[in-house]
């Protein structure tokens, strides 16, 4: 594994475990270069997963891109890091066992609507704001007004 710190391939493993839900293996290793000190995740992928854009493009399923869309809608928000890593590991075992390789944008972005919705209303709106291409305040005052109606 390479230090991120100077770039050296020469790390060390200090200590391994199990995550909380035993989705992955965090340990936590030292650069022998400049000892520095850093945690990498070890995670099973079952498959390789294409993200295939509305327009057509593709690009590999990126899980901490994932993570990060997930995040900055969560931003000053009170969601637990434990809880949001829950729901995206859920979100990738659900894509991973559905048997396709390649993941349809739209689907993929439903799944993170519905995690969110889960996790925290305004987070959900915030995320459907830039999903949905919200234009102007009505945009958020109709589909604040469906949210009350699938209530």
């Known amino acids: ?24 293996i965090r340990r936590r290793r030292q ?8 945690t990498t995740f070890e995670r099973v992928q079952i498959r390789e997963l294409t993200v295939v854009k509305s327009t057509g493009k593709r690009e590999a399923f990126d899980r901490e891109k994932l993570v990060r869309s997930m995040q900055i809608a969560l931003r000053k928000r009170q969601v637990d ?17 559905s048997g396709e390789s390649d993941i349809p944008s739209k689907t993929l972005g439903s799944l993170i609507m519905d995690a969110l919705k889960t996790l925290d ?12 291409n919200f234009r102007e305040a009505r945009d958020f005052e109709e589909f604040i007004e469906t949210i009350g109606e699938n209530d």
């Open 31 to 38: 650069c022998v270069n400049c000892g520095a000190r850093f």
């Open 121 to 132: 209303p305004v987070a959900y709106v915030r995320f459907a704001s830039v999903y949905r």
């Open 81 to 97: 890091s434990d809880r949001l890593e829950r729901v995206v590991n859920g979100i990738v075992r659900n894509l991973e066992s």
């Open 1 to 24: 594994m390479r230090c991120p710190f100077c770039g050296n391939d020469d790390t060390q493993v200090k200590d391994s475990r199990p995550t909380e839900d035993n989705s992955a």
